[in-house]
């Protein structure tokens, strides 16, 4: 049974630092990964989609890495801003394209 | 281009109630799903359509939720009767193709309040 694990639940850092947010999964026949934004009260938007034969995706300041041996994924934020707060959600595609979520975490970039 | 669309975007309700929730995907979009987040969660699938046909129901409890999928197109979720444990947001989402390939766009969900 697939399992995805966020590390860290919270994370509190000064406006302009860069961050990284972690992703873990237990079984590597992933189809692909996306990541995902919550704002409080609000649905999910996309940010990155990752296929299985792909190691990385970029858009703007953000760059997602998969490495499907290790069952890990990365996502990384340049020069953070208050505007990026939010909860930040992991999830890998079955066959079916079912998305298991890992539990997200909650970022908060300090003005 | 539209994004998925949802209603009502809020529901408080009592135990043992009723409650129904509405979902037109994006155009086009072959295949549509509905989640439950609960409260510090991860969203996770109760239902999958690939056009109205169900590829995956098996999270649902089907004793009192229940899903069809009109004409391949919108979609409704029921609950009958509502149990405080189903207080959550319930997200629908869509994407293009019938693959594991393609991303999902999620709309703004429905949070659902249990008394």
Known sequence: KQEVTQ??????????????LN????????YNLQWFRQDPGKGLT???????????????????????????????????????????????????GKLIFGQGTTLQVKP | EAGVAQSPRYKIIEKRQSVAFWCNPISGHATLYWYQQILGQGPKLLIQFQNNGVVDDSQ???DRFSAERLKGVDSTLKIQPAKLEDSA???????????????????????????
């Open chain 1, 7 to 20: 590390i860290p639940a919270a994370l509190s850092v000064p406006e302009g630092e860069n961050l990284v």
């Open chain 1, 23 to 30: 992703c873990s999964f237990t079984d590597s026949a992933i």
């Open chain 1, 46 to 96: 996309s940010l990155l989609l990752i296929q299985s034969s792909q190691r990385e995706q970029t858009s703007g300041r953000l760059n997602a890495s998969l490495d499907k041996s290790s069952g890990r994924s990365t996502l990384y934020i340049a020069a953070s801003q208050p505007g990026d707060s939010a909860t930040y959600l992991c999830a890998v595609s079955s066959n079916t």
């Open chain 2, 60 to 62: 649902l409890p089907k």
């Open chain 2, 89 to 115: 947001v319930y997200l629908c989402a869509s994407s293009f193709g019938t693959t594991s390939y393609n991303e999902q766009f999620f709309g703004p969900g429905t949070r659902l309040t249990v008394l």
